[in-house]
Each structure stands twice: as C-alpha cells, then as structure tokens.
T-cell receptor, first 119, second 110 residues
C-alpha cells in the first residue's frame, strides 16, 4: 500500500530557531501534498496545499512567510517553521495524493506526523 | 459551526463489546465520506471510503453506513479489541478539500 513518511517524528527546539519537516511518498508519486496541524484533542486543520513545481496555497490565517513549503519533487515536500515560538508547538501531519487519480481527495495517504515542541 | 459533527466525544467500552460512532455533516455537495482511525501521536489511517451513492462499506470488524438524505454516517465496531483504542475521525470531502470532524475518542478496557 501507499506509504508516506515524515522526518523527524519528534523535534524540540528553542524559540526563534527554524525547523524543517520532511514529507515523502515512498512508493508512489504525489502531485499534491497537504500540510495539517493538530492541537491536542482537536481535529486536523489544513494549513496549506502544495503542488509539485508551483507555489503552495495557504489557508486563511496561515502565515506563508512563517510556514515555508517547498514541493521540489513528486515524492518530497518540506515544511519549514521559521522563527518558531512556543505557540507553534503542535502535531504537524502531511498527506499525499497519488499522481494520476481523478480527484485529489480520492486518495490521500497520511504521514505519521511530527511532534514539534518549541521551548 | 463545524460542518462535520461527531458523537459521542468519548466512549469507554469493555473488550469484546460492540459500539457505534455517529457522524452528522452539512457539507454539500460532497464526493465521498471516509472514516479514519488515529492512534495517539500518529497520523490517521483510512478505514472506509464511501461515495454518496453507497450505503455501507465494511473493513473487517469495521462497518460504515451512510444516509445521504439525512446526511448521517455511522461506524460500527464489532467485538472490540484493546487495539481499537484510538480516535475515530469522520471526514467529508468538499471539492478538493477534506473537512474533518472533531473525532470520537474510544477507549477499550479489558
């Protein structure tokens, strides 16, 4: 089955530093990748949609200069949290849609998530 | 107001018992409705996916139903196991976006 990996699984950083999270589709090509944020006991909230080779589309209220997304290849997307602050501490999850499918929501495979803690 | 509402928020059952989780949605039109299982600290894993024309879909001990007229779905878990302890999320697709429910936290005790 389709597998999506994320790295790192857990990261702790100091306030003001930047953190990069990788999302990879391991056995399929993904034209579209999604980045979500999930706070404790809350639902997943879509942050942005990234398409390979083009700029990401951010959801309302998500700062594009703070959450930099790069989707350089069909198997890799990165999310960089710049100048992280404690309020950015959250669980970040990516998902990937398989190339060639009729609708991007038809197949969306989720990664295992990255727990970010900003001290 | 969330477009996908789930109930109950949390549920505790004994191992071996059955349970049913509910999902009401207002998303319209929608292309499909899916149920995910999310273990603590992990990403969601798909259990079932149903289009608006499907009424039921099974995956082992998990059976999902859909009533597109009343905009309700349910997930029935049969003969629960300790490993079923997780959050169960109802997700409705609206165009190219997924609308997530708030989830039901299920705990199965021995």
């Amino acid at each position: 089955g389709a597998v999506v990996s994320q790295h790192p699984s857990r990261v702790i950083c100091k306030s003001g530093t930047s953190v990069k999270i990788e999302c990879r589709s391991l056995d399929f090509q993904a034209t579209t990748m999604f980045w979500y944020r999930q706070f404790p006991k809350q639902s997943l909230m879509l942050m942005a949609t990234s398409n390979e080779g083009s700029k990401a589309t951010y959801e309302q209220g998500v700062e594009k200069d703070k959450f930099l997304i790069n989707h350089a290849s069909l198997t890799l997307s990165t999310l960089t949290v710049t100048s992280a602050h404690p309020e950015d501490s959250s669980f970040y999850i990516c998902s990937a849609s398989e190339l060639g499918k009729a609708r991007v929501t038809d197949t969306q495979y989720f990664g295992p998530g990255t727990r970010l803690t900003v001290l | 107001k969330n477009q996908v509402e789930q109930s109950p928020q949390s549920l505790i059952i004994l191992e071996g018992k059955n349970c049913t989780l509910q999902c009401n949605y207002t998303v319209s039109p929608f292309s499909n409705l899916r149920w995910y299982k999310q273990d603590t600290g992990r990403g969601p894993v798909s259990l079932t996916i149903m289009t608006f024309s499907e009424n039921t879909k099974s995956n082992g001990r998990y059976t999902a139903t859909l009533d597109a007229d009343t905009k309700q779905s349910s997930l029935h878990i049969t003969a629960s196991q300790l490993s079923d302890s997780a959050s169960y999320i109802c997700v409705v697709s609206e165009g190219d976006k997924l609308i997530f429910g708030t989830g039901t936290r299920l705990q199965v005790f021995p």
